[in-house]
């Protein structure tokens, strides 16, 4: 079992900033790809980013790149989300999430369905 605690959440006005962290227990957690999505109220929840165990790989959405840059740190088993350039379409529940099943492609890391444990979530709102 993997337990996975986000933080970092809050208001923030259009243009600013916040990093967002999620940390895992109980868990082969440095082994297994992670990622963040997000969902807004009345919406599905969609995919951000993603990045492979041991770092390397990366895959964002189109609506995010260049402005959010998923991270981790192995050694303190955290996963990062650093969000800049924040706009009001933004805000959501923002949710960490890991796999404990065998390596998939990075793209694949895109689905919901490839994930086994998420996070409780932290509220991100951003103010126009």
């Known amino acids: 079992q993997v337990q996975l605690v986000e933080s970092g959440g809050g208001l923030v006005q259009a243009g600013g900033s916040l990093r967002l962290s999620c940390a895992a227990s109980?868990?082969?957690?440095?082994?297994?790809?992670a990622g963040w999505f997000r969902q807004a109220p009345g919406k599905e929840r969609e995919f951000v980013a993603a990045i492979s165990g041991t770092g390397m790989y990366t895959y964002y959405a189109d609506s995010v790149k260049g402005r959010l840059t998923i991270s981790r740190d192995n050694a303190k088993n955290t996963l990062f989300l650093q969000m800049h350039s924040l706009k009001p379409e933004d805000t959501a529940v923002y949710y960490c999430?890991?796999?404990?099943?065998?390596?998939?492609?990075?793209?694949?890391?895109?689905?919901?369905?490839?994930?086994?444990?998420w996070g409780q979530g932290t509220q991100v709102t951003v103010s126009s």
């Open positions: 999430a890991t796999r404990t099943r065998p390596t998939i492609p990075i793209s694949n890391m895109g689905l919901l369905a490839s994930y086994d444990y």
């Open positions: 109980g868990g082969t957690f440095s082994r297994n790809g």
